[in-house]
Every structure is written in C-alpha cells, then in structure tokens.
C-alpha cells in the first residue's frame, strides 16, 4: 500500500490503530518494570494516557487535521498518568505543535516527518534533566536515523516503516545505555510502549486495523468491577453495505472492556462494560438507531478523591496528597491534608485528577504530596494548566516522605515557608518497604527469587528473602541506627496481629531507645511501609 498523503481520516485510523495496539500489549509492557514488584504499570498508564486522548479524537467532529491533533493533545494531556505516560502526551503535544502552521489539510511526507521531530522536541523539554536509554532515546533516534534517509522516502508508509524499524534498534540499545536494565534483563518499559504505539500507526497504514483484546489482567475497581456501567443495545443498521464491524469494535474497546458484536436479524446487538456510556451510545448512533437500549449501573461509581464542598471565600493554603491504603488515607488526612487522591502504587493519577484536586481544595496555594516518583511528573504538569492558584510539588517521592514532611504544615505559613520546610523534613527520613517479587533477577548484586520478600529503601532493594520475618529483621537492621529516634510503620492487610504484636520488641533490638509507632495502614501489596526518623 503506497501513502503519499496523509488525510483527516487517515490519521484518526492511525492514531486509533497506535492506540489499540499499545492497549493489546500493555500487560507486557507492564512486566518490564526493572524492580519484580507487582505494581509495574508504564504500559497500563501510558495506554491509560493515549486512550484518554483518543476519546476526544472520537467526539471531535472537525474535518481539520489540525484541531484533530489538538484535541488528541489535550485528551492525553489530560489523561497523562505516570512519567511515561507525561512523555507521551508531550509527543503528541509536539505533533501538534508540528502542525500549527500547516497550509493544507493533509501531510505530505515532509509534514509528517516535521510531526515526529517536533514531538521529539516537545517531549525532551517536559523532562527537566533528560536521561538516555528511556523512551527519550526510542523517539529521537528514531526521528533523527529516519531524518538522514529522508531523501530515499517516496512514500509516507515507506518512512514510517524505517521510523519504527529504527525505535526497535533504539529499544534493544537500551540495557547498553542504562545498566539497571542490563542487569534486570529488560529493555525500556517507556519505550516499548512508544514502540507499540508506533507501530499500530504502521499496520494502520498498511491496512492492518486492530481490534483491542480483552483485557482480564486490569487493575480492578471496586468489589473487581473495572467499570461501572453495561451497556446492551439493539443497532437497526442505517447503511449495512457500509457498516464497518471492526472499526466499531475498535472505538468502543477504548472506551471499557467485555466488547462483543453480534449479527441479528435486525441489525446488530451491542454490549460492552464502560464508564462512559453516554459516549459509547454516540458511537453507535452514528452508524443507526437504538431498537432496544438498556443501561445498568453496575455499582456507583467509586471516586478516585474526596469531594470538597468548596465556600465561597478561598483559604491561603491547602495540601492534596497521593495515597493508598484506607489507614494511610486516614492518617493523612489527620495530618491536614485536605484533599486525598487515593491511588499511586498500582494506579497512577492522571494529570486530569490532580487538576480537579487542586480546584477542589479552593485553596490560592496549595501544595502536592505525590508520595511516589512515577506520578511526580503528572502532579507538575497538572500545577501548569490551574490559573489564579499557586502550585507546588514537594519531592517526596515514597509514603514515609510524605508522612514525614507532614510534622512541618503550618497552614498559618507562606506557601514558600511551607514548602522549605517540609523538603527539609524529607531530607531527614529514612524510607522502607517490604513487598514480595514476582520473577527471578538480581539486582545491586541482590540474588531475587520468584516469591521472595523484598526489603527495599529509599530506591534500592537491599534484601531479598524467603521469609517475611527475616525479610523485616535484616531490613531494620540496615535502615536503624543509634541516631533514630522515631520508627513509624504501616502496616499491610497481609500482616498478621502475630506478626503485628512483636513488632515494637523487633524494632528496639536495633535501637532500644527509639519510639515506635505502629499504624493499620490496610494497604495492598507492601505488607511494611516504614518511616525512620
């Protein structure tokens, strides 16, 4: 198939495509997390990210590939959830960009090369101190080794064949360019997820449209439910010749999961699990009218955050925090912070949440406790889209950072008094986390077996062991030392009350004289979450 043009539609099929294929491959994606926790998510949240900006392409009714790319930009941009997935979203801010000025209403191979290099750019200025061997690498190697052969190209498809060929050579020099992958055995997990989506674009080109799979492995909502609403109509048909069976599926999978498709006498029925029914109903409109229709809420929906009546008048300062865990999301509110986004392990907050965070606490200044390094780049794009507010992030990139920063709030003080102090206060903690591993790797010289626990601190996994108990011994005997005064711990739902009575007397073997704290944190996943102080 030869493209020297790339029109309106077109380029709704490729970005569509990209979408679904980065969607299919996700779970993979996830599994090149370099540390074996069971909360890797680039490929979750970069999918996430790009969907978002894919419903808005879906609802843009503009024949202009210009405003087309702009509403993609800014679904992404607003859906962007963990640092990958920011990255991404900037690509496609960039591809914008590319496209401003734009004369005509196509791409012809120059325009389109133009698009992948000033996303290229875009993206390298959202990272403040770029690092190679990430999926920075993958998008410009790719743009730059497909820019010195430009010349050679007398199709677009012809281009975007080497652009991917070359993001996959990119992606396989990654482990020589970042020794963490090395020795984890793993490529870029960023960067693969840049490389699915590429190449989606590419089948789409070639005609090779996508169906999205099923998706049983999704982190699950409330009591397992991933989305809230079933949708179940009856489709009577207004053009069956020209009614396209795949491109229906492929928009309607974006939106939820469980989509099946089925001939019927009178047309076709339609059933999916989505949390915007309303759009999936648009969807199919377009291709006929309802005969049956039925919606059932399958449970209200759980919010992500706290809502917050707001007053009239706004407070001078105000704290959103990242959180997991209903003990910890308790204890961080008794500390003053006013709205929680309760997530950030398992489930990055979008760029989206944290805006409605910081209009919700109606606060002119208000400070962000990310509490974990993936959404830190989420949090500080979302402080750049809220005007008339005051936005900082505090570098507090775990729980017992976050929890530690807490004991310097003054709500009483500035804004940059608030934040000098409560950096500082991070400086001066100790964090710990016990979790179990999910395959075989070594790691700083730790030897990680499938089904060990994990002692972890401020980054790096310092103990890897059969047993939870000598898990937590060795790793209090690293972090505690004569100069602790204050350990804090939070503990998970896996803990026992045995193993939840001894805890004190573990601690004050490594430290008599430190004063323990022990807090029901009910948190997935990390049975100790530790602060030492």
Known sequence: MSVVSIDVALFRKMVINGAINLKNNHAEIDQLNVFPVPDGDTGTNMSMTVTSGIRELEACESSSIIDNAKVLSRGALMGARGNSGVILSQFFRGMYVGLKELQHNYLDIEDFMSCLESGCKVAYKAVMTPIEGTILTVVRVAAEKTRENISKYTTIDELLSDYVGYAKEALDSTPTLLPVLKEAGVVDSGGAGFLAFATGMDMALRGEMLNAISDEDKTQGVEGLKYFYQVELLLELKKPEAFDVKALNGALSLLGDKVTLTKEAEGYKVELNTDRPGRAL?????????????????????????????????????????????????????????????GGQTMNPSTESFVEAIKAVNAKNVIIIPNN????????????????????VLPAKTIAQGYASLINYNPEGSLEENVEAMTEQIKHVVSGEITYSIRDTEIGGVEIHSGDFMGISNGNILVSTAKKEDCLNELLSRILNEDSEI?????????????????EETCLK???????????????IYSYIIAVE
Do not use: H, W
């Not at 399958?298 to 009546?309: E, I």
């Not at 390094?373 to 900082?392: D, F, R």
């Open 373 to 392: 390094g993936n959404v830190v780049m989420a949090a500080k794009q979302a402080a750049t889209l809220v005007e008339g507010i005051n936005v900082e």
């Open 487 to 503: 350990i804090t711990i939070f503990l998970g739902k896996d803990v026992t009350d045995e193993e939840r009575d001894v805890l």
């Open 510 to 524: 490594y430290n008599p004289d430190v004063d323990v704290e022990v807090i029901e944190g009910q948190q997935d």
């Open 282 to 342: 648009e969807i199919c409109q377009k291709n006929g009218e309802f005969i049956v229709l039925k919606i059932e809420n399958l449970k209200v929906k759980n919010k992500t955050a706290d809502t917050t009546v707001q007053t009239e008048e706004m407070k001078d300062m105000g704290l959103v925090s990242v959180c997991f865990g209903e003990g910890i999301v308790e204890t961080f509110r008794e500390l003053g912070v006013d709205y929680v986004i309760e």
